[in-house]
């Protein structure tokens, strides 16, 4: 069964471009959070999507937003691209959006390493 | 509104040694706590899971944790440590009908030969 599958998994971006990081969640899977991780504030949730809609929405500014499609997968989008928002950009996906089943493990993929210069 | 607060921000522990990473959090709902690890690299890795039906949780790679509701702690530990642990480790919690993790800031446990 394949894992959480993100692309491109580098890439460096000029301040003040765009970006569109692509994530493909586990087969059956229907939920999919995107996470952010610098060296200085850790891992930081940016949003998540189940059945192609926002249910939840993290600490960011307007400029990073994100999508999910009637597949499951999911994309998320960074305009006017700033230094300050290389990262790697972590994808997760579930079964459930709603807890309390104990099957409903949060896997994560390998992540979309960005670099803005 | 949760969080976790993970004590050390590195840990060194000797070849065959008990490796102890520890994680104690904050919750106003009963929680939901994870431990994952992340290799150089690369994404993370569960490696164990609590949802409330045991207190102590065992997980992959030899890695156990119980959690501790009048402690409120949920260390990791492996009784003897391995090279191939060595990784950083996150602890992170989430609360019922909630899909977002909050996560610790992670622990990097080096292991000596």
């Known amino acids: 069964k394949a894992g959480v599958t993100q692309t491109p998994r580098y890439l460096i971006k000029t301040r003040g471009q765009q970006v569109t990081l692509s994530c493909s969640p586990i087969?059956?899977?229907?939920?999919v959070s995107w996470y952010q991780q610098t060296p200085g504030q850790g891992l930081q949730f940016l949003f998540e999507y189940f059945s192609e809609t926002q249910r939840n929405k993290g600490n960011f500014p307007g400029r990073f937003s994100g999508r999910q499609f009637s597949n499951s997968r999911s994309e998320m989008n960074v305009s006017t691209l700033e230094l300050g928002d290389s990262a790697l950009y972590l994808c997760?996906?579930?079964?459930?959006?709603?807890?309390?089943?104990?099957?409903?493990?949060?896997?994560f993929g390998e992540g979309s390493w960005l670099t803005v210069v | 509104a949760q969080s976790v607060t993970q004590l050390g921000s590195h840990v060194s522990v000797s070849e065959g040694a008990l490796v102890l990473l520890r994680c104690n959090y904050s919750?106003?709902?009963?929680?939901?706590l994870f431990w994952y690890v992340q290799y150089p690299n690369q994404g993370l890795q569960l490696l164990l899971k609590y949802t409330s039906a045991a207190t102590l949780v065992k997980g992959i790679n030899g890695f156990e944790a119980e959690f501790k509701k009048s402690e409120t702690s949920f260390h990791l530990t492996k009784p003897s440590a391995h090279m191939s642990d060595a990784a950083e480790y996150f602890c992170a919690v989430s609360g019922a009908g909630n899909e977002k993790l909050t996560f610790g800031t992670g622990t990097r446990l080096t292991i000596i030969p």
């Open positions: 087969s059956g899977h229907r939920s």
């Open positions: 997760a996906s579930s079964l459930y959006l709603r807890r309390p089943f104990s099957g409903n493990t949060i896997y």
């Open positions: 919750s106003s709902v009963p929680p939901y």
